[in-house]
DNA sequence: TCATAATATTGTCCTGGACAAAATAAGAAC
DNA sequence: GTTCTTATTTTGTCCAGGACAATATTATGA
């Protein structure tokens, strides 16, 4: 008590615990416990109390075998590789590459102390490219650069906070500018507990906007109770829900089926993010939005099955 | 494979698993199991394997547990009480009164399917009223209708969200129209770790815009050592930090001193919100801004002591 | 070549014990 | 009375190691 130095830190100096390594990596605290039995990796350190302390590297290594895992590959093999070859598979992977030097300015604005150039950037590249492009194609590369950036070590965390919320101001206000009123179909955006991913969802929302359809968001985090019980009282015609990469994909097939038992049969459901991308078979009566550019014309389908009745 | 019937609904039938109880009620696996064991509630039925189902008004009944617990009130207490006893004392509430009627017309609202009268409603209040007045009068008598009445149940998780999301766009757009740049002082705003209360947050900026003063925001959650980074690289002259009311208030002293000691001495700290409003003296060094009306004052007080240089 | 059965892999659940962190109550000092 | 310490209770999360259903993979036979 009188020693605050040796008492706060768990968490900060060696690595991070169990619990926190879940939230960053989407695996589960059962799933790290018996991979470090079955296995032997992960092999956290303890700290005084035997508790784990996950080691900075074994968690980015983690995250690689995620990675990897989402685009198929069994953790049985991954676990026993090293990690010189896992790099290997993954710039082998699925449609890697890209060059991606397209996005590189915004590190050095971010880096920079004046925020008005970034902020004044992002303006005109939206403005330039248009919404929907500035969604589709600008931003993932954005965040990626971001990701990577922060992975390595060259961005701090408050610089992409800044990032999140200069990039949310855009969004919201060009959203706000289209100012779309109460048209079909009537769309409820959310996200299911333990997603965070307020940018993903507000990528979303901004789509659909430029489509003419405006969502109504709930943010983040809705229990399903709710939604169900905001797509009655509303009278919603489409439930969308976000999941991104870090969430697990047995957890989201379970919420899909919970709600799609629970809704109306009149409402569709229909789900996206990286946390489904690629998930081969999907969920019955659930439709699966493999990419942002798949929003578009699936809300054209829409329209061409609900033709346009007179009154409201 | 065959008969995805009786595989696929552990869920339906007579009750939920405890992985779909944790996505529902928000109380972790180990916690509902570590309840059953001490309280004897709940009790789920058990499968044929032995695993624990839970009865769909168990759920109810947890639920219900959980939101007392987010008004403050402590497990122990409240898993021994039978359920009518637990209704009443949501009812009951922490020390409603204020009759405070000036805010009734959003219930109604909030109510009505319809979206597009709500958002015309906050629209002209905002402008009728300006951004300053919106913000210090209005919307705190909403905040707290909206906060009593989902409390008592008249409002719905889902319309609570709704609401914060419809004003959230609105200062939002008042903040962006006013569109500031680069003056003097430079602040920096943010909360700390387990700091969620975005609203707020966006209350701070609105009203600092309002002002002239355009804040730079880091969102919410950014840990100690990140805004002390911030506020270095950005060359700040006031970090300003708000606290909800359902901070300990321990915590928010032990922050501000941890921070007060890492900032440069040039760098003024303010903190502010219902966390710290009334707490008799203050840290050392740290400027305590008791309600959102002493803002304006404090930033004209930091003017008449950094006259304005020419240059920058 | 394709469907079906046998086998291997893998995530989640279980029990019951332990203990740090948070909240509260009790006491001391200004 | 109020603020600061110090004990005591409450409460959430962690641990180990066993079990087993769900899923993926391989073998087998028509």
Redesign the pocket.
């Known amino acids: ?2 020693n605050p130095q040796s ?1 706060a830190a ?1 968490v900060s100096a060696g690595g991070i ?4 390594v ?1 939230r960053d990596t989407g ?13 032997g990796f992960p092999q ?1 350190l ?1 700290d ?5 302390v996950y080691p900075t590297e074994q968690v980015e290594h983690l995250r690689l075998i995620k990675r990897l ?1 989402d685009q198929g590959q ?6 026993r590789q090293p990690i010189a070859e896992l790099t290997e598979r993954l710039a082998a992977g699925p449609s890697r590459a890209v060059a991606d030097d397209t996005a590189d300015w915004i590190v050095p604005l971010l880096k920079a102390r004046d925020i008005d150039p970034l902020r004044a950037e992002l303006a005109q590249r939206l403005a330039r490219d248009g919404l929907e492009r500035f969604v589709i194609e600008t931003m993932p590369a954005l965040n990626r650069r971001i990701g990577d950036g922060w992975m390595s070590g060259a961005i701090a965390i408050f610089e992409e906070h800044l990032y999140t919320e200069l990039v949310q101001n855009q969004l919201r206000a060009a959203i706000h500018a289209l100012g779309g009123r109460g048209t079909r179909p009537q769309i409820l955006l959310t996200t299911v507990k333990d997603e965070e991913h307020i940018l993903g969802l507000l990528m979303v929302e901004a789509l659909l906007a430029a489509n003419g359809a405006f969502a109504l968001s709930l943010g983040a985090q809705t229990p399903i109770a709710d939604i169900v019980g905001a797509a009655r009282a509303t009278n919603t015609d489409i439930v969308a829900l976000s999941f991104s990469g870090a969430y ?1 994909w ?2 989201s ?1 379970d919420a899909l089926i919970e709600l799609r038992a629970a809704l109306p049969a009149r409402t569709e459901l229909w789900a996206g993010g990286g946390g489904l991308a690629g998930r ?1 078979r999907s969920v019955a009566g659930v439709r699966v939005i493999g990419a942002l550019s798949d929003i578009a014309p699936t809300l054209a389908e829409w329209h061409a099955a609900h033709p346009r009745r007179s009154g409201h």
């Open positions: 008590m009188n008492l768990p615990s169990i619990a926190a879940e695996l589960g605290k059962d799933t790290l416990r018996v991979w470090e039995r079955r296995y956290p303890r005084a109390f035997g508790e784990r895992m069994r953790p049985g093999a991954l676990l697990p047995r957890k097939r081969g």
